[in-house]
Nanobody
Framework: QVQLVESGGGLVQAGGSLRLSCAAS????????MGWFRQAPEKEREFVGL????????DYADSVKGRFTISRDNAKNTVYLQMNSLKPEDTAVYYC???????????????WGQGTQVTVSS
């Protein structure tokens, strides 16, 4: 089992920044890929980005490319999502997830955090 806990969400004005954290515990060695997803009200869960165990070449959704950055600190078992130039359409609950395959489909991720709300005001 892998336990994931997100933190860092909140309310920010458009153009602002937030950094989300995802602390992992348990059998973390079995999860080579850490993904970030988000879900807005009445919308499907959407891929934001992912990072592999090595931390090299993270992948991002086109909607956040150039604004969001994913990094990880393996010594702390923590993954970060730095969000800059936030827009109102970034408003959603953000989830981190752990999986074993590099994929943007949420079905490939076995473990999920509880989510953290990000609200961007215009």
């Amino acid at each position: 089992q892998v336990q994931l806990v997100e933190s860092g969400g909140g309310l920010v004005q458009a153009g602002g920044s937030l950094r989300l954290s995802c602390a992992a515990s348990g059998r973390t060695f079995s999860s080579n890929v850490m993904g970030w997803f988000r879900q807005a009200p009445e919308k499907e869960r959407e891929f934001v980005g992912l990072i592999t165990l090595s931390g090299n070449s993270p992948d991002y959704a086109d909607s956040v490319k150039g604004r969001f950055t994913i990094s990880r600190d393996n010594a702390k078992n923590t993954v970060y999502l730095q969000m800059n130039s936030l827009k109102p359409e970034d408003t959603a609950v953000y989830y981190c997830a752990a999986g074993s395959r590099k994929n943007s489909d949420p079905r490939w991720y076995a473990y999920w955090g509880q989510g953290t709300q990000v609200t961007v005001s215009s």
